[in-house]
């Protein structure tokens, strides 16, 4: 009996100690799980946060890029209307160009368009031949000046007139206000006309401002100028064409003054 009692003792105080361990292992055990099951929900959670924010990211890059699509596709057109824009105002800017070039082109024409006329010089009605006067100019002179008289409607007796007072039929004059040749075209001035174009431009290749004939049809274009700009202001007289040729604008300040017109047109001139 005491000897059951004794191993039966042991048994339990070898026990306790097992129990003990049993108990430790099985602490430690939980212990283990719990952190790496809490490790993994964090990782977990953390991963999910990680998806949800790239989600998040993904959506404002989408919405960036949609912002962005949505920019260009208003920027485009209003790039294009500006466009658009400019360039209806630069048409419009360029057919007002156009049109300010033409009126001023209009208004600065020094001469009018004649219709061409170039026929058979002034013939006598006694004679039936041409009209020569007594001046010291040669009869192929006087035949060409009659031709080109008929053109822009002069009589050759008013261009003989002038050249009488302006240069005494010298065709080397030049005067101290630089006026040159037998009608005495200005230096500062004469250019205007030589470049404008009719039927007598072919008698004006290699311009030589001493030629005879050549000064006269400059002078010509010159006098039909200035009869233009007399008829728009209401003077039709030959006074106030030869005056204006003389003085310019400055007629126009006192258009009853005409000596120079006085003193062509008191120049004598007669057939031969």
């Known amino acids: 009996m005491k000897t059951k009692q004794i191993v039966a003792m042991v ?27 809490v490790i993994a929900e964090t990782i977990k959670t953390e991963k999910e946060a990680e998806t949800v924010i790239t989600t ?13 699509e949505t920019e260009s596709t208003t920027k485009v057109p209003t790039q294009t209307n500006v466009s658009a824009s400019n360039v209806a105002k630069k048409s419009t800017s360029s057919n007002t160009t156009s049109t300010i070039a033409k009126e001023t082109t209009t208004k600065i024409e020094l001469l009018p368009s004649f219709e ?15 009209v020569y006067y007594d001046v010291p100019i040669s009869d192929e002179d006087q035949e060409f000046i009659a031709m080109v008289c008929e053109y822009y409607d002069f009589e050759p007796v008013l261009v003989y007139q002038i050249m009488k007072v302006e240069s005494d039929y010298n065709p080397n ?15 500062r001035w004469y250019k205007e006309y030589l470049n404008q174009q009719d039927d007598m431009s072919v008698y004006l290749e290699d311009f030589d401002i001493y030629d005879i004939r050549q ?33 310019g604008f400055n007629y126009f300040k006192n258009p009853d003054y005409t000596p120079y017109a006085n003193k062509v047109l008191a120049v004598n001139i007669k057939e031969r």
Not at 11 to 27: D, G, H
Not at 173 to 187: E, F, K, R, W
Not at 216 to 236: M, P, S, T
């Open 215 to 247: 000064n006269v049809i400059v002078a010509l274009r010159e006098l039909c100028y200035w009869r233009d700009i007399c008829a728009n202001k209401g003077y039709y007289g030959v006074k106030s064409m030869l005056e204006s040729y003389n003085k």
């Open 11 to 37: 048994l339990i105080l070898l026990s306790i100690p097992a129990m003990a361990f049993v108990s430790f292992v099985a602490k430690n055990e939980i212990g283990k799980n719990e952190p790496t099951t």
């Open 56 to 68: 998040e990211e993904t959506t404002v890059t989408e919405t960036e890029t949609m912002v962005e």
């Open 116 to 130: 061409f006329k170039l026929t058979a010089p002034e013939k006598s009605a006694s004679t039936g031949g041409i």
């Open 173 to 187: 004059c030049v005067s101290s206000t630089n006026d040159h040749g037998i009608m005495q075209l200005n230096a």
